[in-house]
T-cell receptor
Framework: KAGVTQTPRYLIKTRGQQVTLSCSPI?????VSWYQQTPGQGLQFLFE???????NKGNFPGRFSGRQFSNSRSEMNVSTLELGDSALYLC????????????FGDGTRLSIL | AQSVTQPDIHITVSEGASLELRCNYS??????LFWYVQSPGQGLQLLLK??????LVQGIKGFEAEFKRSQSSFNLRKPSVHWSDAAEYFC??????????FGAGTTVTVRA
């Protein structure tokens, strides 16, 4: 069974640009979550989607947005990139019901120049 | 404030020695509890989880964790460490609100 797939693995952007990251969940998983990992702030929750509906959102500015498609694939978008957005962005999927753990992809490493 | 605490930032252990990583949480109710491991350049791999029932939980790679309600702790243990266990370990909680809250992580170095 294929795991969570994130594309691209690495991305370099400049300040002010925007970026879209993609996540394909494990087959059959309907919940997709996004996390930002930085050395200073650690792992922080961005948002979670289930059946195309956002069920929870973390404390990030409106520049960070996401969506989920009918096939459960998800994208997150960051607009007007700032240097502080440099991070590893991790996607996780789960069945989305109680007692179901999240399984993570290998992440997208975003570097802002 | 609600939080997950991993008191040890870095632990060095000899190969073959035992390992214990500490995790404490501060929440009103008992959350779902997890341990994840992250190798350099990789995502997070689930080691084990606790939802309810038996307080000693077995995971992958020879790891186990014990939930102690009275101490609000969920410590991870391994009897004999292998060089491949060198990684960063994260404790996480789920309050059934569709998100994980993570501790700051503990980096484990294994010396020969």
């Amino acid at each position: 069974k294929a795991g969570v797939t994130q594309t691209p693995r690495y991305l370099i952007k400049t300040r002010g640009q925007q970026v879209t990251l993609s996540c394909s969940p494990i087959s059959g998983h309907r919940s997709v979550s996004w996390y930002q990992q930085t050395p200073g702030q650690g792992l922080q929750f961005l948002f979670e989607y289930f059946s195309e509906t956002q069920r929870n959102k973390g404390n990030f500015p409106g520049r960070f947005s996401g969506r989920q498609f009918s096939n459960s694939r998800s994208e997150m978008n960051v607009s007007t990139l700032e240097l502080g957005d440099s991070a590893l962005y991790l996607c996780a999927s789960s069945l989305g019901r109680d007692n179901q753990p999240q399984h993570f992809g290998d992440g997208t490493r975003l570097s802002i120049l | 404030a609600q939080s997950v605490t991993q008191p040890d930032i870095h632990i060095t252990v000899s190969e073959g020695a035992s390992l214990e990583l500490r995790c404490n949480y501060s929440y009103g109710a008992t959350p779902y509890l997890f341990w994840y491991v992250q190798s350099p350049g990789q995502g997070l791999q689930l080691l084990l989880k606790y939802f309810s029932g038996d307080t000693l939980v077995q995971g992958i790679k020879g790891f186990e964790a014990e939930f102690k309600r009275s101490q609000s702790s969920f410590n991870l243990r391994k009897p004999s460490v292998h060089w491949s266990d060198a990684a960063e370990y994260f404790c996480a909680v789920d309050l059934n609100d569709y998100k994980l809250s993570f501790g700051a992580g503990t980096t484990v170095t294994v010396r020969a």
